[in-house]
């Protein structure tokens, strides 16, 4: 499955990826989480892993899925069939790559489920639900990329296959953080102006933000800085915002 021109050589990618850290402009760390549902506000994901409907494909399939020029994803909400001896291999080489970004915890499953796009997403549950995360510049940006099958998006989910958190980049190469169901807390990190800046945002599906940690001397003008990141909350009715305008919404 795996030709020499399919992947990067596994010397250069980490070369490639040591060095993205080394130089990064920013980067961000995202906090354990556990999602506890409430009574007094509605759930962003009316499914679980109980009343999903699941539908399994191989990864020739998905190949041939690709291939067809109808705009509509075929794959769309299809899961790479982990029976598949070719998607065992893709999906070992795909959760090796996203541990890399895992800092605290251990991941128990990541399957591959296909998005809008003609692209898929990795579905990633961690033992006991709990893990911290650094991400930067080069995350999806080695192995993810350079395959037939392009896996454009990290899901975490819950055991019971929950969604909580969404990270994929946009067509500006901008990481775009979902937060679906819970609450998070993202500490962003970023230079401007020669200036390391940092401040932590905690953020709740409902819509509640709040601030805190910032560098010294934090200013407007170094939040306007930050274009590395964007950030939507809740369902699809609620639009995409810029870290500007996310600093702006708790104002």
């Not at 499914?47 to 075929?74: C, G, K, M, Q, W």
């Not at 296909?114 to 930067?136: C, H, M, N, P, Q």
């Not at 901008?174 to 609450?183: D, F, P």
């Amino acid at each position: 499955m795996f030709e020499a021109n399919e992947y990067v050589d596994e010397m250069k990618v980490k070369f490639l990826n040591k060095s993205l850290m080394s130089c990064r402009n920013s980067y961000e760390t995202v906090e354990p989480f556990s999602y506890i549902p409430r009574s007094n506000v509605q759930r962003e994901d009316p499914v679980d892993r109980y009343t999903r409907s699941y539908e399994y494909i191989s990864y020739e399939s998905a190949l041939v899925n690709l291939d067809n020029h109808f705009p509509i994803h075929l794959n769309e909400k299809k899961f790479l069939d982990t029976d598949d001896n070719l998607t065992k291999e893709f999906n070992d080489i795909i959760t090796e790559e996203i541990s890399e970004y895992l800092t605290s915890g251990s991941i128990f499953e990541v399957r591959l489920r296909g998005r809008k796009t003609k692209s898929f997403t990795a579905w990633v549950s961690l033992e006991d639900g709990e893990g911290s995360w650094e991400i930067d510049e080069s995350f999806l940006s080695k192995t993810c990329k350079v395959n037939e099958i392009k896996v454009t998006a990290m899901t975490l989910v819950s055991s019971d296959d929950v969604r909580k958190l969404r990270i994929s980049l946009d067509e500006d190469g901008a990481r775009l953080y979902e937060i679906i169901n819970g609450s998070f807390k993202i500490a962003f990190h970023w230079r401007v102006n020669d200036k390391d800046c940092c401040i932590t945002a905690n953020i709740d599906s409902d819509g509640t933000v709040s601030f805190t940690g910032a560098s010294a001397d934090f200013s407007r003008e170094d939040i306007m800085g930050n274009r590395f990141v964007k950030i939507k909350i809740g369902n699809n009715k609620n639009k995409i915002m810029t870290f500007l305008e996310l600093f702006t919404h708790t104002s």
